[in-house]
């Protein structure tokens, strides 16, 4: 598989040819005419989400970071730390391994918006460490000091550099697809979930409000890549062959039990309403509507252990900021899966 080409007027591609990769389009980006309505439709509710990180008010969380628990500033250092590292590779990941091969152009300008959200996420951090921190490189290192946030860091990294070494090839640009739906649907929820609950305790609540930014985000990047796989399904079914089903469900197990132990090593036992059993339990029900949502059945089958962080998490029926009860002066856009 060869690089799509930018500047393209000798195609002759229809619309109804148009493929997520392997296509011959002419590279422009035209709103009028699109072959992936659900492109169109995310464009259009990642556009309404805009947000600035600045505009979270994070004064108070500066007093509060001073009167966490050991345990709890540890969490709350290590859940950043990792967060940077995640959205840092991202940003490039997309730009450099993803969307050079991807070959429609409604699906090359979501791409593009994920990874600019993806630099304002590491903005986002950047201003909750000022926040806290009066040596911002403490937190930045923390990879170089602590063991399992390294291991992580090193296992995310090793995959999306296997899959982009080498020759490309129709598999391997499919998995790399269910590679970035882990990334954005499981690797960061124990960090969120962690963060949420400090703010379920009233503590670090501007932290909890951004972070509540940062994942109605990740959801509309997870919905994205759902799409991909699914019309990728339609459009060449004789690549999701049962080898590659095993493929991803061991993938998806590998990524479950990384983040169900990063998850009780940033907790320790320490952090009210989160045992290592909980975690983990949580990690697995994200795992399986994940592999639902791109046709695949359920690989765990357990129930959802702490449903209220999906209730601190959620946009959809509310307007005004969530712990404080002030209006927001920009956009709050809501997901609604109906749409895609």
């Known amino acids: ?178 590679a970035n739906q882990i990334l954005e649907g499981l690797y960061f929820y124990a960090g969120f979930a962690a963060i949420y609950a400090l703010g379920k305790s009233g503590k670090m609540l501007g932290s909890s409000q951004m972070i509540r930014f940062i994942q109605r985000d990740e959801v509309t990047h997870l919905i994205l890549f759902q799409n991909m796989i699914n019309s990728v399904r339609k459009e060449r079914p004789e690549l999701f062959t049962s080898e590659l089903e095993d493929k991803v469900r061991a993938m998806f197990r590998k990524a479950v039990d990384l983040e169900a132990s990063w998850g009780a090593h940033i907790t320790q036992g320490q952090i009210l309403g989160f045992t290592d059993n909980i975690i983990r339990q949580y990690i697995e029900y994200l795992a399986d509507r994940r592999l639902e949502a791109v046709g695949y059945k359920a690989e765990y089958n357990v129930k959802h252990p702490i449903p209220w962080v999906d209730g601190y998490a959620s946009f959809n029926d509310q307007r005004t900021n969530f712990f404080e009860g002030n209006v927001v002066n920009y956009s709050k856009g809501s997901i609604d899966f109906d749409d895609f």
């Open 1 to 178: 598989m060869e690089r799509k080409t930018i500047y393209n007027p000798n195609s002759k591609e229809s619309l109804n040819d148009r493929r997520v990769f392997g296509g011959d389009s002419d590279g422009m980006i035209n709103f009028t005419r699109m072959k992936y309505q659900w492109a169109l439709n995310l464009w259009d509710m990642m556009e309404a989400n805009t947000w600035f990180p600045r505009e979270v008010q994070m004064t108070q969380d500066a007093k509060d970071y001073k009167y966490l628990t050991p345990s709890e500033k540890r969490m709350y250092d290590l859940v950043l730390s990792q967060l940077i590292f995640m959205d840092s590779l991202q940003t490039n990941n997309l730009m450099d391994n993803i969307n050079p091969y991807i070959t429609a152009p409604e699906i090359n300008a979501c791409l593009s918006r994920q990874s600019y959200e993806e630099a304002n996420h590491s903005k986002s951090y950047a201003v909750m460490v000022e926040s806290i921190s009066d040596n911002t490189d403490l937190i930045y290192d923390m990879w170089k000091n602590d063991a399992k946030l390294k291991e992580k860091n090193t296992y995310i990294a090793s995959v999306y550099e296997g899959l982009s070494n080498g020759e490309l090839t129709d598999e391997k640009l499919l998995l790399a697809m269910f």
